[in-house]
């Protein structure tokens, strides 16, 4: 006779539930943007009412960090990985995943935007990116040459910031830097004298989104595969 699974106990359905949430949520952010997402909204996606958000979260502010925490699980679960390594070709992002990472993005300006102008959540969001940075650290320091001058802290806070800047750039509609330049300027920061890798080495297409790296990227587009 087959025995029926044991009940959930109360934390895991609390568990289930905030992860429904977030899911929904980061689907009507990336859709609506920051401002134009309603919390009924996000519960009906999710399956619930919108009593669960509150049960579950403080506010939209609070919901919106819940995302970003889980976006950054995502692009952080693997580590880091070798900025001088050839992504394959069959590795390419689709144009859903680049759309749903602009929007997502477009979404967490407006939500800067906000959090500037309070102290607890520019705290808050100063935390998770300082989690990036973290990340782009543990890379740096892997590839820290004995005579280089930059700790790995520095460097890994300047390839975040090129990662950041040409994401912003990107999204203002400018042309000058892709993915391949994006990928290049990344490993010339690792890498001065390009005793490494040569810019025509990348397996970076020409024209390719430079919203975040590629690894990223295609790290998004797994998750977002094995959420539908």
Known sequence: MTSLPDPLSRRDRQRQTREALCFAARAVFTRDGYHGARLDVIAREAGFSK?????????????????????????????????????????????????????????????????????????????????????????????????????????????SALDQGAALLTLAGGAEIDQRTLQAGMQRLLDPTGTRAEVGDLGARPGASALHHEVIQRRVAQALRGQS
Do not use: C
């Open 51 to 159: 009593g669960a958000v509150y049960s579950n979260f403080s506010g939209k502010a609070a919901l919106f960090l819940a995302v970003v925490d889980l976006n950054l699980e995502t692009a952080l679960a693997e580590g880091g990985w070798d900025v001088f390594e050839r992504a394959a070709s069959s590795e390419t992002v689709g144009e859903a995943t680049t759309e749903a990472m602009r929007g997502f993005a477009l979404a967490t300006l407006e939500f800067i935007a906000v959090a500037a102008r309070d102290e607890h959540l520019s705290a808050e969001m100063a935390r998770r990116m300082q989690v990036l940075t973290d990340g782009y650290t543990a890379i740096a320091q892997e590839h820290l040459a004995p005579e280089e001058h930059f700790s790995g802290e520095e460097l890994g806070a300047l390839l």
